[in-house]
């Protein structure tokens, strides 16, 4: 018997992967491509950034590509009835069989599959997925599943990688200004930006700004507040803080709605790659907001847990 053919997809705000296998523990070829974030660049750019990476994955198995026999696609963005339209069109544009199961939804449910991969089908817990934007999924011991944050740069995103960038920026500012600090953070956003100007930054905000490069900045942040530059470690506390009470609202939701006791959470994302100079602050600031929460290190990559989905959509 012919093994099914799945692909997994994680779109995410500065890039995009996909995975080819026959299962999570059979994976056949990851592949790397630009964004697909709709918002970010229109669903004609994301469409072929996602199929960009399909089709790097399949050159990495060393194989032709082949018709799917399940699609889970996991794109950041994917809040709005118009958002989940074009997430599915883009799934869709990827080679399936008649009658394939093709689901497309928001990044945060590969994530959380990928972080509990190991727990039961119906996988309690919460995921903080921290990267350019910043959001929260918990899912109860019925299955139920609850979320926070997402917003968006305009509206939320607290803590992510735009947050603690356009914070760096602003300190660029305020020290031009005179109302601020020229501090070792100033310099260092002013030579990874390749600015001679600081007004040369307002190109990179706005509708026609780049949030992949203003996001790019927040390692910056991170490792100048490790290091005790106190506007580093000012933006980077007011960060943590935000994804702190992502956390706390969405363990205390689960906490409630099912009555079991303490909520496993994990973190993943481009920020949780920075290791500790972010995750030790941010574990101590839930254990101080004494939340029903207790940490774990997430099972599998959202990646994987994109092929977790689609090899259980076909079983």
Sequence with gaps: MNRPVLIGIDGGGSGTRAIVGHGPGEVLGVGAAGVACVRDVGEQAATTALLAAVADAWHAARSPARAADSIYVGLAGVATASDRGAAERMARSVGHRDGAPVTADHDL????????ARAERRRRGVVLVAGTGAACMGVDALGTSALCGGWGPALGDGGGGYFLGIEAMRAVVRATDGRGPATELCARVRAALEIDEPRDMLRLVGRDGDRKRVAALAPNVIELAAAGEPLAT???????GELASLIV??????ATADGGGDVPYAVVGGLARAGAPLLDRLREE???????????EPDRTPLEGALLLAAEACA
Excluded: K, N, S, Y
């Design 234 to 240: 000012e933006i980077l506390d007011r960060g943590v």
């Design 109 to 116: 449910a590969i994530a959380h599959a990928g972080a509990f």
């Design 286 to 296: 839930v254990r101080l907001r004494r939340a029903p929460a207790r940490w774990v």
């Design 249 to 254: 609202h969405a363990t205390a939701r689960v």
